[in-house]
Structures are given as structure tokens and as C-alpha cells.
Nanobody, 124 residues
Framework: QVQVVESGGGLVQAGGSLRLSCAAS????????MSWFRQAPGKEREFVAS????????LYADSVKGRSTISRDNAKNTVYLQMNSLKPEDTAVYYC?????????????????WGQGTQVTVSS
């Protein structure tokens, strides 16, 4: 059974940093893209960042570009999201997703394994 587990969320002041982790098991993930999405209260889920199977290509939402870095360790079936210069508008539940494709994509229908999410709260 596929399991995707996020960790690393928490409460941080504006301007601070967090590193989210996502560990996947039950499937060979090294050939698939992995991504982060987020959902703020009262809003739809939105794309944050994606990384291809090899880690050589990444894609970011404009809202986090320049402040966040996605990376992966295929030996550990783990993907990371380093977030810096956090803003109150970054407050959301962050979800990790494993893709159906090897390439980066921001469309959630290209992902079929999702975690339960980790809460990130940024205070002003």
C-alpha cells in the first residue's frame, strides 16, 4: 500500500524558514515527479513546486519562486521543500504528491498518491 507522509510544518514568524519533508513508501518513486501543493482556509488547493524524477528540473508557483527550493533524495524516497522569507499568506496545509509522470507538472490530476498534509502557520 502506498504511503506518503509529510512532516516539518509548524508555527513560524514572518521572515522565518521551514523545511518540509515527504517520505513515500510502497511504490518505486524514483521514476516519477513529486510535488508540493497547499490549501489555505477557504481557498482551493494550489500548486507550490514540482521536481522531476531525476531532480534536475524544477517548477515553482510564482508566489513562492525565489523563496523556496524543492529537492529530492531518491535513495530515501523523500522530497523536501525549503521555504525561506515566509509570509502570512503562506499559511496553509501543505500536501506532498507523487506523480503519474516523470516530468514536472503543476496539474493535480497528474498525481495519484497524496499525503495527509502538514500545517504551516506564519504569524505576522
Amino acid at each position: 500500500q502506498v504511503q506518503v507522509v509529510e512532516s516539518g510544518g509548524g508555527l513560524v514568524q514572518a521572515g522565518g524558514s521551514l523545511r518540509l519533508s515527504c517520505a513515500a513508501s510502497g511504490r518505486t518513486f524514483s521514476t516519477y515527479a513529486m510535488s508540493w501543493f497547499r490549501q489555505a482556509p477557504g481557498k482551493e488547493r494550489e500548486f507550490v513546486a514540482s521536481i522531476d524524477w531525476s531532480g534536475s528540473r524544477t517548477l515553482y508557483a510564482d508566489s513562492v519562486k525565489g523563496r523556496s527550493t524543492i529537492s529530492r533524495d531518491n535513495a530515501k524516497n523523500t522530497v523536501y521543500l525549503q521555504m525561506n522569507s515566509l509570509k502570512p499568506e503562506d499559511t496553509a496545509v501543505y500536501y506532498c504528491a507523487v506523480g503519474l509522470r516523470s516530468y514536472v507538472t503543476s496539474y493535480d490530476y497528474n498525481y495519484n498518491s497524496w499525503g495527509q498534509g502538514t500545517q504551516v502557520t506564519v504569524s505576522s
